[in-house]
T-cell receptor, first 115, second 110 residues
Framework: DTEVTQTPKHLVMGMTNKKSLKCEQH?????MYWYKQKAKKPPELMFV???????INESVPSRFSPECPNSSLLNLHLHALQPEDSALYLC??????????????FGPGTRLTVL | KNEVEQSPQNLTAQEGEFITINCSYS?????LHWLQQHPGGGIVSLFM???GKKKHGRLIATINIQEKHSSLHITASHPRDSAVYIC????????????FGSGTQLTVLP
């Protein structure tokens, strides 16, 4: 299985809602990533988990809360979002270990609209 | 100046044409990635390379480490190749963090 899956594909939420994005991979990858992508822009890294521990947080506002319950799953909990948070949220995974470079495998993304 | 520069930003070609997209970078890298993104979504990794040349079907990627330059070539282009092509680099010492170029929007007309 060489696929990263993300659910839901689309999400519309109000500014007072709480929702979660889910990402799953079964490639045995131990690094998992969340990216945010606005229209016609490249992805921006949000978080990186390595061996289920948060290793990089790119100064993301606390209304975004990541969670890595096990090596295959990555969640992004959303609360009190703003309309400017509307974007495509991409999950990715890669191997970890001694390799100095690791190919990242991306999921199809969740398109989030905040009303 | 961006650390990863791509050219052209937009490219329109006729079906069957040979296409080249260029990427230059100004930082030390451990690898360079070429990614493809179709409208509406997910990103597909086409190539990861640190030297030389790789080929997959009609796609060829080359890198010149001394000149800090990479090219992505598409032979016998087809309308289904229409997508955004993104160059990204893994910096030396920070392999997990990709630095992205701004992307090249390719449209192949039938």
């Amino acid at each position: 299985d060489t696929e990263v899956t993300q659910t839901p594909k689309h999400l519309v939420m109000g500014m007072t809602n709480k929702k979660s994005l889910k990402c799953e991979q079964h490639m045995g990858h131990r690094a998992m990533y969340w990216y945010k992508q606005k229209a016609k822009k490249p992805p921006e890294l949000m978080f990186v988990y390595s061996y289920e521990k948060l290793s990089i947080n790119e100064s993301v506002p606390s209304r975004f809360s990541p969670e890595c319950p096990n090596s295959s799953l990555l969640n992004l909990h959303l609360h009190a979002l703003q309309p400017e948070d509307s974007a495509l949220y991409l999950c990715a995974s890669s191997q970890e270990g001694l390799a100095v470079y690791n190919e990242q495998f991306f999921g199809p993304g969740t398109r989030l609209t905040v009303l | 100046k961006n650390e990863v520069e791509q050219s052209p930003q937009n490219l329109t070609a006729q079906e069957g044409e040979f296409i080249t997209i260029n990427c230059s970078y100004s930082v030390g890298i451990s690898a360079l990635h070429w990614l493809q993104q179709h409208p509406g979504g997910g990103i597909v990794s086409l190539f990861m390379l640190s030297s030389g040349k790789k080929k997959h079907g009609r796609l060829i990627a080359t890198i010149n480490i001394q000149e800090k330059h990479s090219s992505l070539h598409i032979t016998a282009s087809h309308p289904r190749d229409s997508a955004v092509y993104i160059c990204a680099v893994s910096r030396s010492g920070s392999a997990r963090q990709l630095t992205f170029g701004s992307g090249t929007q390719l449209t192949v007309l039938p």
